[in-house]
Every structure is written in C-alpha cells, then in structure tokens.
T-cell receptor
C-alpha cells in the first residue's frame, strides 16, 4: 500500500531565508512520480515540481528544488529565498496512476 | 482554455438526499480523479479512472459512486448524503507517458455541505 507523510503541520520562516518542507513516502511500485503542490488561501491547487523515481538528478524549477533521496524514500521541497507570497499550504503527492497526497504543511513567511 | 471544469461550485444538501458532481476536462487526458479535502486531512483520493472505461477505488470510496462517461467526463455521485460527506471536492486529470509526467490539473473545487 502507498503511504505519504508530511511531519510538519506548520512552519514559520523569515522572508528571504531558505526553507525545507519534509516529505517521506512508502510504496512497493518500482515506478512512480513525486509531486509538490501549493494551495494559497484562495483554494486553487498550483503544481510546483515533479520528480520521477528513475530520475538521477534532483528536479529544479526556479526557486523550487526537490531533494530526492530514493533509498530513504524522502522527497523534500526546498524553496530558496522565500517571499511573502510563498505563504500557503504545501502538499506532497506520489503515485503512478493512483496519486495520493500528504496532509500538508502550512508555511508562514514572516516579513 | 477551460482545463478542468467542475459543477456545481457550491451545494447544500439534507441528509439522505442524493446528488452528482460533474467534471469535464478538455485536455484529452486519460486519467481522472476525485479527491475530498477536509481541514487537517490533506486531499484524500475517493476514486480514480486510469482510462476511459475503468474506475478504481481510492483511499475513501465508501458512500460514493463514480462514472467515467467518456474520455472527457468523470462524475461523482452521493446516493444518500451524510454530514460526514461535508467537504470540498476536487476533480483532477492527468496524462502519463512520453513527455507527460502525470502532473495533476485541478478543477476549482466544489464545496458541499450536508445538513
């Protein structure tokens, strides 16, 4: 069975600092994708970054990078130089056809 | 460019009533999903359809039925609504293979209240 865990319910970070959001997962599938989504207070789901289980290099998209450690089954999101607009809920997700989500981390960026 | 369209956006039901949430996507995606979002619980998968003609249970399927009407449309039905089904429901679609990563494209959500 698939399982995904985000252990940080909430985080407070000073503006311009880097922040790491933790995500661990468990699956018996050899092939799967890992995703991060942002949900601002307006409620829409915004795709941030994707990592394939066979990808050798960590994915990067602008200020977002995914620290993928396959042996440890972790897929942490790193946001560099945080901005006030990064305040939101962040969800880690994984799967192949069946995609499940973690419970999320609420990130607060402090001015 | 509509993407994923869900209807209705808001609905209030009484316990025991039935209703269907409609979802349509115009991206020619094979996979479609229904999630519910409750405070502190993240998004939980109700049902998914990996291709036209197939549906599979997700994490919380009890009390729900789905129909993959065609490649574009995937509906979610509550036969006898219960207060525990008060939630925000999201439909999503994705495509795997080739250049596609399986990224989920979401609808705007449907807020359902069961009294």
């Amino acid at each position: 069975a698939q399982k995904i865990t985000q252990t940080q319910p909430g985080m407070f970070v000073q503006e311009k600092e880097a922040v790491t959001l933790d995500c661990t997962y468990d699956t018996s599938d050899p092939s799967y994708g890992l995703f991060w989504y942002k949900q601002p207070s307006s409620g829409e789901m915004i795709f941030l970054i994707y990592q394939g289980s066979y990808d050798q290099q960590n994915a990067t998209e602008g200020r977002y990078s995914l620290n993928f450690q396959k042996a440890r089954k972790s897929a942490n999101l790193v946001i560099s130089a945080s901005q006030l607009g990064d305040s939101a809920m962040y969800f880690c997700a994984m799967g192949d056809d069946k995609i499940i989500f973690g419970k999320g981390t609420r990130l607060h960026i402090l001015p | 460019n509509a993407g994923v369209t869900q209807t209705p956006k808001f609905q209030v039901l009484k316990t025991g009533q039935s209703m269907t949430l409609q979802c349509a996507q115009d991206m020619n995606h094979n996979s479609m999903y229904w999630y519910r979002q409750d405070p502190g619980m993240g998004l939980r998968l109700i049902y998914y359809s990996a291709s036209e003609g197939t549906t599979d249970k997700g994490e919380v399927p009890n009390g729900y039925n789905v129909s993959r009407l065609n490649k574009r449309e995937f509906s979610l039905r509550l036969e006898s609504a219960a207060p525990s089904q008060t939630s925000v429901y999201f439909c999503a679609s994705s495509e795997w293979g080739g250049q596609n990563t399986g990224e989920l494209f979401f609808g705007e959500g449907s807020r359902l209240t069961v009294l």
